[in-house]
């Protein structure tokens, strides 16, 4: 069975760095994509990056290129996202996911979501 | 505002048939066969539904069907059940490194 599990929920304070994971078990972690989306409070989703652990390759979300890093640990199957200086606007419920046709076909299967508070 | 624009919300009563559409533009509804479809509940992860404008996962029902004309895909839901009430949202690749999402749509089952 194919599961993401991600790290808890954190609470931080502007200007404070974070880096927040999803580990993948079940599959091949190298051999699928795997990335993250937004959901602000009370909103919708949005698309963020993602990256192919099997060679690191990572693509940006045009709105969030240089506001986020992506990164991945083949040898513990996890995927990372960081900021460097977290914004009150950062305040989110992050998710990861899995698109298992491909990173621009559907994402199949999804992380519980981590809920990161930013307070200014 | 969201790349992709759908209805805010759309109702139906058990048994019915509910559509809800996804317009984008030839950059990327039109230009891909890339749409795929989420439901989410809530205070839950998003579910994939559709992927790649009609093509279901394995699990869903065949209650949920997908398509597309020109810039505007569709996600259609037959035989509506009280659990399908959820937000519905499209997303689309819209070439080079971008995915989009609409804004999502609020299902009610009256």
């Known amino acids: 069975e194919v599961q993401l599990v991600q790290s808890g929920a954190e609470v931080k304070k502007s200007g404070e760095s974070l880096k927040i994971s999803c580990k993948g078990s079940g599959y091949s972690f190298t051999s699928y994509w795997i990335g993250w989306v937004r959901q602000m409070p009370g909103k919708g989703l949005e698309w963020m990056g993602i990256?192919?652990?099997?060679?690191?390759?990572?693509r940006y979300s045009p709105s969030f290129q240089g506001q986020v890093t992506i990164s991945a640990d083949r040898s513990i199957s996890t995927a990372y996202l960081q900021w460097s200086s977290l914004k009150a606007s950062d305040t989110a419920i992050y998710y990861c996911?899995?698109?298992?046709?491909?990173?621009?076909?559907?994402?199949?299967?999804w992380g519980q979501g981590t809920l990161v508070t930013v307070s200014s | 505002q969201s790349a992709l624009t759908q209805p805010p919300s759309a109702s139906g009563s058990p048994g019915q048939s509910v559509t809800i559409s996804c317009t984008g533009t030839?950059?990327?509804?039109?230009?891909?066969?890339?749409v795929s479809w989420y439901q989410q509940h809530p205070g839950k992860a998003p579910k994939l539904m559709i992927y790649d404008v009609s093509k279901r996962p394995s699990g869903v029902p065949d209650r949920f069907s997908g398509s597309k004309s020109g810039n505007t895909a569709s996600l259609t839901v037959s035989g509506l059940q009280a659990e399908d009430e959820a937000d519905y949202y499209c997303?689309?690749?819209?070439?080079?490194?971008?995915?989009?999402f609409g804004g999502g749509t609020k299902l009610t089952v009256l």
């Open positions: 990256i192919y652990p099997g060679d690191s390759d990572t």
């Open positions: 030839s950059s990327d509804v039109g230009g891909y066969n890339s």
């Open positions: 997303s689309s690749y819209a070439g080079g490194n971008n995915l989009v």
């Open positions: 996911a899995r698109p298992p046709y491909g990173w621009t076909s559907g994402w199949e299967n």
